[in-house]
């Protein structure tokens, strides 16, 4: 029994000698995070909603965003209203306008709000159209009161847009300054432009790529207005 304890008393001493600190340990810093969520409204029109070209159901720009910043640490509650041929004057196939899809929308705990379009103002009165943006925003504002707001102008699929839709972004520029929003104008960007690819056959909704493209450029713009987590 002596001989068997002097041997294992050996062998640890040996170990101990070899190894005197013991087995490596790897260490992995661990992040704690703040499990807060945004949530967002979204308003507009077929560039969001999708068409029989592409950007329907998951193919949309939406769901893309809210992955796209799910992946950067991002939590969202979004929710989207939009109407196919709604404008903020123009009714859509539903019926609606932009001011009818932001009671629909907008929640006071909000923390942005976003806007996108619309192309389909473009036989609207100026004078109408600025008036009608306001009423829309100043609606939004009494809803959310702490929200941030981000307009995105209509874009153009070529790099000469006709003289109404460059209305459109200059008045929906102007309103969107007054209420205090961040404004993205996409035409001044060059969205799409050289793309042909990204727009379907019928020269105006973008396809799944082009819905892609949208939420490449959106995605970092709402993040942008955003508390990660």
Known sequence: MSRLLTLVLAVAVLFGTLNPQGPEVQRHDVRLADYAVNRIAVIGDSYTTGSDQGGTGTAGWPTQVWRALSDHGIAVTPTVAAEGGAGYCTRGN?????EDLTVRAVRPSDVLVVF???RNDKDVDPTRLSITMYGTFKLARQIARSAKFLVIGPPWPTADPPP???RIRDVLGYQAELAGATFVDPIAAR???GRPELIGADGVHPTDAG???MAEKLAPLIGAQLNPY
């Open 94 to 98: 539903q019926g609606n306008v932009f």
């Open 116 to 118: 996108f379009g619309s």
């Open 164 to 166: 109404n839709i460059r």
């Open 191 to 193: 969205w799409f432009v």
């Open 211 to 213: 819905h892609t493209y």
